[in-house]
């Protein structure tokens, strides 16, 4: 003898983007704080030390802001033209910036004069880093030369004048340099004029960002070229690695930052901003994105505390405790024990127990309860499909009253028009239609609805025409623009394909 | 049987059970029931088939117990003859040949040498009208008795041997046909007609469709096409008969039947529930629900313990007084119709094809049993007549038995075609098919055809469908982009059309590196891996109606049937049209194992059967009117162990075996001599009997199904022939539930275990209780000797015993003792001695 088989749900396909890992880490952060600056944000360079405060460039200026504040902790606006590149070291003590007047000035955090200033470039000096030693300064102008300072003798150690175009990041070739040779180690060709330059904390693997391209250069194979990902529409102006090296994050002027695994080197999460973006960077541990736009606005977002997203989980209604289900469970019966088995209980769906006795209108009610109704309108849409296999959904539809009849009315109108839903609703519609049309004009509440579902209708079949229109303007397009071959099923394919997409 | 003697077309079960009502032997253990051509004796505690009982040669129309001897049953069949048979043994008594065409067949205590059955009317036109007649069996000792001494009872009855009863103790029998009743009472020999207005209010019919008389009392129950049960009194008036109607069925009741007892009355029809009605509390009755099917008959044992309900999917039901479900006797499930090809699964062997609504069917060949149904639609059936449900229509299985890829329709009335395609894998822990991927409206119009790639060695799974709606589609397995928490799932690969023609059938060749797809009467061959058009074969006029790769030696070959009676071959390296040939071909299949085809060709209302070879145009084998009609369906089944014979004739048999289905859905196969001897053998096995004791292992092995009610009821009814088991016994538990690797070798424990199946003489006092009751006449005798002779010195008879007491002197007590127990062993020898 069978059980009684419940009515199945059918399990859509969940639409838009997948929830994974990635998209809930991402998405943990608080709403965005913007920035007003003085001019497009060049470069925004995390502090290694704790606070982490940040240094942004635009401008004339650059201001350093703490982690939490709003307010520049501290400024600097010494510099006579655009300043370029302002970084600290790895200390966090000093700060070096280039600037459109070719000199380049070193301060001290805590100070407000530079303390020094390193002239040699003939040009604006857009690129400035400390080297990992951390006493020497190595910048790149528009000179086409590349220079290695010394910090405290503010003398010019070094000067590589290989190459033959400005020094914006690197920038059509770009070469690699060994500080105690005076020649390049290493030159790759990225193809575009690199914009932004990343090397990994393992000094294996080198990104480039030029073009709408982002490289990645595997630098212990002569720099082979390892993959080159296409995921932006504009140029890609930033690159930054996340804290623990496996997400690879790059802004571009197509406005977007994305995010990509560093092993397959997929997009697996997406940004959206305002305006196109110049500089982006990621505190220590992810706690704050900052991302700098050509409008000049600073954009923060910082992560959501442990509290406040642990208070969204505890939202969820509270489950018997963990006794409940383990007791009894571990006892083993004894050898003399007689078993009694008791019957593994079916449990069936209140919309079951209904159905199992043939009370049809009682089951769509059940199914139509609010929580149901709203949040769940498959569990709803199977009902209802369930009772037009059985031949019976004239039966449960017929012989309600207002109430009944607006709820099931405004059930229709909020779903009829899913597609995955319209199949089966629109022969419930049209059943009540012909159940209910000797009582229309008795009620205001229904007629209103009716008339909505009305105009509604109209307008889906506004929507479905324009869509067809589109349709066959593919198909043309697709049709003229592929070779001909000698059999037409290629064609006959490729729109049934269309189809498929559609 | 023309050409080859040796090849021979043969019955492979698959027949109907529920043809006719079952019949319970009277001690409850044995089962009848008429199947095809045969009667199949099943045991009611185990399911198995005890024996067939063969004999007849036309299908067997009534089983029926001897009144006289409950241990012979009456079987009468379309051959004209009734046979009497020893069922318990399965032997043949008597037969006795009537001579006309025998419907049903019925009988009563009060007749004693008289049979009843039905008959055609005995006139020269050709018509539907039966009667009743009495036929006096003749007293004779020879095997085969003619019996031409008919008289006819009633005129003008109904062919269903439900719509016949005989009443309380024979005095009448009662007939239903149509809207009219017919009471005959013997004594009178006058018959009563009652007839009923042939539509009600509401418009719904009054037929009768059966009727049912109660044992002890004069009441007759009918049952009617609106669902309506009358029960009927006071009949043997013309005018003051009275009935009362009872009402619970929505459509036809198909069956009714009175308990032994008369208390209570069983109904059964479409909606497959068991009701239970109280005789004279008719408002109060019981239900068993969900029996699986609609219920066709209805049968209550003897001692009124067991039910058993026959069901139109082929299935008989055993029920303990109404409440439990104790064991299912499952035949082939004929649908309506048969929708899927037959199909044989790789791994069970089994024949699958479409069974229950919404259900596969794994049916095993070698056993005639069914195995297992497998839920496609997974939906609760509803028992409505005239509702349209979701129906298998299409399977496929891969090459490896991994995958089973199934259809499911529903045709709505308004032209809204529902389409299901389920993917099911199997799975290894569970041993069954678990669903992987619903794809609802795969196709737009319904599916044509449908394959599987069936090469082994590629690393993807390709399914191919092709549907009305032009198109046909590739789906292939595919794991998901992230690779989190669900496996692989199926999606569509590629979608392809010609000419908006409609793809017909589509077959992979047979390393998957080809796919043909008939487009009415084109052939296209693609390429899969890069779904390129290869080539297009085409030999108008005349749609394709099969395709076939060529297998093995044979792999450049397509073979293709048109509807214009042409049976091509094509070269797939030349492109070309090898040789064709004219012949009629309603069916085309390829043996997977060898290089050989099988075309079944109707021709004059019957079909033959060809087998070749894709190579040459020469049929290796041919078999003219295998069966009369058209076959549709067939399958090759690979064979579990292959035949060596070297004749030509027959060598395509040695890898797989050819199975088909005739127009009345009979199950037919081809076998050799060579075989059948060496089936003939092997079927000389032993039948489990299930009086043996129900030891521990018959715990392990047998059902755990209803055994405990069984326990019971049979302390209750037949604890005689039930020996009491051993199951206390601290060896056997030892045995069986210390683990194999502690146990100390075999040898040691036989000795222990042995004794402990030793029925111990405290046992037996319960055991021979049934002795006792042999013995009682004579123990009363015994006993008044024994008071005698207890007092002598020593009584002779215990020494004899082997109950030897060394006690010299004996309290009362004692003596007491002594005396019950030489009285037990007393009988227990006697009892011995009597076998």
């Known amino acids: 003898m069978a059980s009684y088989k419940p009515t199945k749900i059918t399990v859509y396909p969940k639409l838009g983007e997948k929830v994974t890992q990635d998209t809930v880490y991402w998405k943990n952060y608080k709403a965005p704080i913007q920035i007003k600056e003085f001019g497009a944000v060049t470069n925004i360079n995390f502090s290694p030390v704790a606070p982490h405060n940040f240094a942004v460039t635009a401008f004339t200026r650059i201001h350093i802001y703490g982690p ?118 290493m030159t790759l060709d990225h193809g575009q004029p690199v914009e932004s330059l990343l090397l990994y904390p393992s000094e294996g693997l080198l990104v480039s960002a030029g073009g709408r391209f982002v490289k990645v250069w595997d630098l212990l194979k002569k720099g082979q070229p390892l993959v080159s990902l296409k995921n932006h529409h504009k140029t890609v102006t930033c690159l930054c690695l996340s804290s623990n090296g496996e997400r690879l994050l790059s802004g571009s002027l197509d406005r977007h930052v994305k995010v990509y695994n560093t092993t397959s080197y997929k997009v697996v999460h997406n940004f959206d901003y305002a305006a196109s973006i110049l500089s982006l960077a990621l505190a220590p541990n992810d706690e704050s994105i900052v991302v700098g736009m050509t409008n000049g606005i600073l954009n923060l977002k910082h992560r959501k505390n442990a509290e406040e997203s642990k208070e969204i989980s505890g939202q969820q209604r509270r489950r018997p405790s963990y006794r409940v289900f ?102 419930a519609a049209e059943m009540i239609l012909d159940i209910y049309q000797s009582v229309i004009g008795q009620s205001s509440v229904v007629d209103r609805q009716l008339l909505r579902l009305q105009e509604m209708l109209e307008r889906e079949i506004d929507y479905q025409q324009e869509l067809l229109e589109v349709l066959g303007m593919l198909d043309t397009v697709f049709a003229s623009s592929l070779p001909r071959k000698e059999d037409e099923s290629e064609v006959g394919a490729l729109s049934a394909r269309c189809i498929e997409a559609r | 049987m023309v050409e080859h003697g040796d090849i021979r077309v043969v019955h492979r079960g698959g027949s109907k059970i529920n043809s006719r009502e079952p019949v319970i032997s009277s001690d409850s253990r044995l089962l009848l029931c008429a199947s095809g051509e045969c009667v199949k004796v099943f045991s009611t505690s185990t399911e198995e088939c005890i ?111 439900a719509a016949i009863a005989f009443g309380r103790g024979g005095e009448y029998i009662v007939s239903a046909k149509g809207l009219q009743l017919e009471v005959y009472f013997f004594k009178k020999q006058k018959s009563y007609r009652f007839s009923l207005k042939e539509n ?69 029809g479409v909606e497959s529930v068991l009701v239970q009605w ?7 009755k019981d239900f068993l629900p969900r029996l699986g099917a609609a219920i066709t008959h209805i049968v209550v044992s003897p001692d009124g313990a067991l039910f ?20 299912i006797i499952q035949g082939l499930v004929k649908g309506e119709s048969l929708s899927t090809d037959l199909m044989v ?67 709505q009335k308004d032209a809204e075609l529902e389409l299901n395609l389920k993917l099911w894998m199997f799975d290894e822990q569970s041993q069954s098919f678990v669903l992987n991927t619903t794809i609802s409206a795969p196709h737009e119009a319904r599916i044509t055809a449908m394959c599987f790639c069936q090469s082994t060695d590629s690393q993807t799974t390709m399914l191919v469908s092709t549907s009305k709606d032009g198109h046909f589609k590739a789906w292939q397995l595919a794991t998901p982009a992230h690779t989190e928490d669900d496996g692989p799932s199926w999606s569509c690969d590629f979608v392809g059309a010609y000419h908006s023609l409609v793809p017909e059938c589509c077959t992979f060749s047979a390393d998957g590196s080809l796919l043909a797809v008939s487009f009415q009467e084109v052939v296209t061959v693609w390429s899969p891996s890069s779904w390129e058009l290869l080539t297009t074969l085409s030999q108008p006029p ?153 030891t521990p292992f018959h715990l392990l092995l047998g059902k755990h199904r209803g055994q405990q009610q069984q326990q019971e009821s049979g302390q209750d009814s037949l604890s005689a022939e039930r020996t009491p088991l051993p199951q206390g016994s601290a060896a056997i538990k030892e045995l069986l539930q210390t683990p194999a690797h502690i146990l100390p070798s075999t040898s040691f424990l036989c000795s222990m275990f042995v004794q402990s199946l030793l029925i111990s003489v405290t046992d037996s006092r319960e055991e021979t209780k049934h002795v006792e009751e042999e013995m009682e006449s004579e123990k009363e005798e015994d006993s008044e000797e024994e008071e005698i002779e207890s007092r002598a010195v020593r009584p002779p008879e215990m020494a004899r015993c082997g109950q030897a007491t060394e006690t010299a002197t004996l309290t009362k007590a004692q003596v007491k003792e002594l005396r019950r127990v030489k009285k037990l062993d007393h009988g227990w020898l006697s009892s011995v001695l009597d076998l």
């Open chain 1, 68 to 185: 939490f504040s709003h307010e520049p902790v501290k400024s600097f606006t010494r510099f006579k033209d655009t300043a370029y590149c302002g970084r600290f070291r790895s200390d966090g003590q000093l700060l070096v910036a280039g600037c459109e007047d070719s000199v380049v000035r070193l301060f001290d955090v805590n100070g407000k004069v530079a303390l020094r200033m390193y002239k040699g470039h003939t040009k604006a000096v857009h690129v400035t880093d400390f080297t990992s030693d951390s006493y020497q300064i190595l910048t790149g102008s528009d000179d086409y030369s590349c220079r290695l300072w010394d910090i405290p003798n503010a003398t010019e150690l070094n000067a590589y004048q290989e190459h033959t175009d400005y020094i914006r990041c690197g920038q059509h070739l770009f070469s690699m340099f060994d500080g105690r040779v005076d020649k390049s180690v």
């Open chain 1, 326 to 427: 383990v007791k009894g469970k571990n006892y083993f019966p004894k050898q003399d024990d007689y078993l009694v088995s008791k019957p593994v209980k079916q449990h069936l769906a209140k919309y079951d127990k209904q159905l199992k006795k043939f009370n049809v209108s009682k089951a769509l009610d059940t199914a139509l309860e609010a929580w149901t109704r709203l949040k769940k309108p498959e569990i709803t849409v199977a009902v209802i499909k369930e009772l037009d296999r059985r031949g019976t959904l004239k039966n449960a539809l017929a012989g309600r009253d207002e109430q009944g009849l607006s709820r099931l009315l405004y059930f229709l109108i909020g779903n009829l028009f899913d597609p995955r839903f319209a199949p089966v609703l629109v022969t």
């Open chain 2, 51 to 161: 024996h067939d009982l063969r004999g007849h040669t036309g299908l067997v129309t009534g089983v029926l117990l001897r009144p006289s001897n409950h241990l012979q049953a009456y079987s009468c069949s379309a051959d004209g003859t009734v046979r009497l048979w020893d069922f318990t043994d399965g032997i043949l008594i008597k037969t006795y040949a009537i001579g006309y065409p025998i419907y049903s067949i019925h009988a009563s205590p009060n007749h004693e040498r008289v049979i009843f059955i039905v008959i055609s009317t005995l006139s020269e036109k050709k018509s539907e009208l039966f009667q009743l007649v009495a036929v006096h069996l003749p007293q004779s000792g020879d095997r085969l008795v003619e019996a031409r001494e008919l008289s006819a009872v009633l005129s003008d009855v109904s062919s269903n041997p």
């Open chain 2, 200 to 268: 009600n209010k509401k418009g719904r019919k009054n037929t009768f469709t059966c009727v049912a008389s109660h044992p002890q009392d004069d009441c007759i129950a009918t049952g009617h096409e609106d669902g309506k049960i009358r029960l009927w009194r006071n009949f043997s008036h013309k005018k003051e008969y009275t009935y009362s109607t009872l009402h619970w069925h929505h459509s036809v009741v198909s069956s009714l039947c009175f308990t032994p007892e008369g208390t209570n009355l069983l109904s059964g």
């Open chain 2, 278 to 284: 109280r005789y004279n509390q008719e408002s109060q």
């Open chain 2, 308 to 327: 058993c309900t026959s069901h139109s999917d082929n299935k008989i039901t055993i029920i303990q007084s109404c409440v439990k479900v104790s064991a």
């Open chain 2, 345 to 411: 699964d790789p791994r069970s062997k089994a024949m699958v094809l479409n069974g229950k609504p919404g259900h596969l069917q794994f049916y095993s060949l070698q056993r005639d049993k069914l195995l297992f149904n497998l839920d496609i639609v997974q939906q609760e059936y509803i028992h409505q007549s005239g509702l349209q449900q979701f129906e298998v229509v299409k399977a496929a299985f891969t090459a490896s038995g991994n995958w089973l890829a199934s259809v499911e329709e529903r045709k």
């Open chain 2, 542 to 694: 005349g749609a394709i109606r099969d395709l076939c790769f060529g297998k093995l030696s044979c792999s450049k070959y397509l073979v293709g049937t048109t509807a214009n009676n042409l049976l091509c071959c094509w070269n797939l390296l030349t492109c070309a049209l090898e040789w064709s040939t004219s012949m009629n071909t309603s069916l085309l299949l390829a043996d997977p194992l060898s290089e050989n085809m099988a075309a079944f060709c109707p021709q004059a209302g019957f079909t033959d059967l060809f087998v070749f070879k894709p190579n040459e145009p020469r049929p290796l084998y041919s078999h003219k009117a295998v069966c009369s009609g058209n076959v549709t369906r067939a399958v090759f089944a690979p064979r579990e162990e292959m035949l060596d014979s070297c004749e030509e004739s027959s060598q395509w048999l040695n890898h797989s075996q050819l199975y088909f289905l005739t127009q009345c859905m009979d199950l037919m196969t081809f076998t050799t001599k060579a075989e059948e001897a060496r089936q003939m053998a092997a079927s000389k096995q032993l039948v489990i009997d299930d009086s043996i004791a129900m």
